[in-house]
């Protein structure tokens, strides 16, 4: 079953340099396409300002797109229903501590979206917030702690149990882990793995990490400067890479991938003001020709598998 349906979205953001300066626009996110289905674990990566949190805000209905279509659950998200549908899909940031109120107690922190969004009454409430607690690791006897009395760690357990709560189908995960240290990364991946084969719920992680990436996600999406130029299956993406964004991107990481020609990432991602025609990697891209100066490669299937989608002009042949 399809849970998450984007076609075409984008978003831009208009930038001035100065009061008197013209108007530009930042094109954060350029007409992505995506599906997940029910219980699919899927990672969009990328580096800074390759426009990932801008989609996962996108997909969450917390940004409007300037273009495009979203569907959730079968319902295509519109300026009139999007309060009604928000609950559908729910955010774990990167700080736990700057998302939850400091005034709340954990007890109603929990309480306080079942308490506004369901028929639920309290002692039935109470129940569900100790389930969800026990679900996630914490002891309901922690119940009126306020969440500075917590650890990093437990903090990001508390966002993730409020995000649970109402039984959402996706839950967007935007760097759950990179505040946290490396012993507690592990957990909470793990954390997530056990939701994942628990509930109904999928699960979409946006990562810089790679190594995360591999240990939580089956399918990988792969973003540059606002688009989507390779998809696949995990193992698929680290052992059989077509891109030479992905290739760079993997070679960075040595330990990781397979026996795929490794391409050195250099310079820096051009600005997103500098929106133009063409392969958004060429400046980048050794083996960039002048087919990629004038014409936007789209993603296609690689070797007939409709799974595996990069977009490059030379896909189809290893991409070297
Ligand atoms: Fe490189 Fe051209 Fe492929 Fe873009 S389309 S990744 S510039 S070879």
Known sequence: MTVLRAQGLSRRFPVRAGRLAARRWLHAVNGVTLEMRQKETLAIVGESGSG?????????????????????????????????????????????????NPRKTLE????????????????????????MLERVGLSPK?????????????????????????????????????????????????????????????????????????????????????TIVEEAPTETLFQSPRHPYTRALLSTHPTLGGEWRRIPLTGEPPSPLEHTDGCPFRQRCPLADARCANEAPVLLPQDGDASHLAACHLQGTGGA
């Open 142 to 226: 922690y119940r009126r702690r306020y969440p500075h009395m917590f650890s990093g760690g437990q903090r990001q357990r508390i966002a993730i149990a409020r995000a649970m709560m109402l039984k959402p189908r996706l839950v967007i995960a935007d760097e759950p882990t990179s505040a946290l240290d490396v012993s507690i990364q592990a957990q909470i991946i793990n954390l997530f793995r056990e939701l994942e084969a628990r509930h109904e719920t999928s699960f979409l992680f946006i990562s810089h990490d790679l190594g995360v990436v591999r240990h939580v996600a089956r399918r990988v999406a792969v973003m540059y400067l606002g």
């Open 108 to 131: 109603d922190i929990l309480d306080e979206p079942l308490r506004i969004n369901t028929p639920l009454g309290r002692a039935a409430r109470d129940l569900e917030i100790d389930a």
């Open 52 to 100: 990932k949190s801008t989609l996962g805000r996108l997909l969450a209905l917390i940004e409007q797109p300037d273009a495009g279509t979203l569907e959730i659950a079968g319902e295509r998200a519109t300026p009139e229903n999007r309060a009604r549908m928000r609950p559908l899909v729910q955010m774990v940031f990167q700080n736990p501590h700057a998302c939850l």
